[in-house]
């Protein structure tokens, strides 16, 4: 029977069929907290959402904690179990209220759901606490720009730029869909456009939970463009 350390190593190698088969024979064994929270993260990897959450109603059952119900809330969201995940989402920010993260991942399922206001809300409150994430600071230029307020999201693409320490862009208001888009990746034709969209890749990508959420954004929820100088 294998080891937690092995099954760990099998889980970032990515081999989550075997990591998950594994889990469920220690599980039958010995069922605890950790063992529920691994199983749960393979089940999401395989896109078997209903039962990583009910994993997760184990492990929150007993275990409690904001990064717990921020993961159920993501799997309860592509579940399509909307209104649910928001529940968890905030839940998470009332067990860390000082966290940006916290207010940001909200406010980006709030924009899904068509709650442009209030996910606004969100990511002000977000930038209050960590002014100088510039990934929020360009979601927040989003979502102004579905509301028509090109000024307002000029701004924060701008401070984004400048966080990023990229050349000012011009930017050009154009008609996006409902569904939240969260990464502004620069038009294709620009000659820059591979360069900088490595740089902000480099530079908004380094923990591991940032990493993984902005990863589900871009493969699940399409990607925001904004024009840029050549």
Not at 9 to 36: D, G, M, R, V
Not at 161 to 168: C, M, T, V, Y
Not at 189 to 206: D, G, H, L, Y
């Amino acid at each position: 029977m294998k080891s937690i350390s092995s099954i760990q190593a099998l889980i970032e190698a990515q081999e989550y069929i075997q990591a998950e088969q594994a889990l469920s024979k220690l599980i039958a064994q010995n069922p605890n907290t950790q063992l529920f929270y691994l199983r749960a993260k393979c089940y999401y990897r395989l896109e078997r959402f209903e039962d990583a959450i009910a994993d997760y109603d184990r492990l929150l059952s007993q275990q409690p904690s904001a990064d717990g119900f921020y993961e159920r809330g993501l799997a309860k969201y592509m579940a399509g179990r909307s209104i649910e995940s928001l529940e968890d989402f905030d839940r998470a920010v009332e067990l860390d209220p000082d966290y940006a993260f916290r207010y940001a991942s909200r406010g980006f399922i709030k924009a899904a759901l068509g709650m442009v206001e209030a996910a606004i809300e969100d990511y002000q409150k977000a930038i209050e606490l960590d002014p100088d994430d510039a990934i929020n600071h360009n979601n927040l230029g989003l979502l102004y720009e579905q509301l028509g307020m090109p000024e307002a999201a000029i701004k924060h693409f701008r401070k984004a730029d400048a966080i990023a320490g990229l050349p000012e862009g011009k930017y050009i208001s154009q008609q996006r869909p409902h569904t939240p888009q969260f990464i502004n990746i620069p038009n294709e034709a620009t000659p820059t456009a591979t360069n900088r969209w490595q740089i902000i890749k480099e530079v908004f990508c380094s923990a591991a939970r940032r990493k993984e959420f902005f990863r589900f954004v871009a493969q699940k929820l399409g990607l925001g463009k904004k024009e840029t100088k050549a």
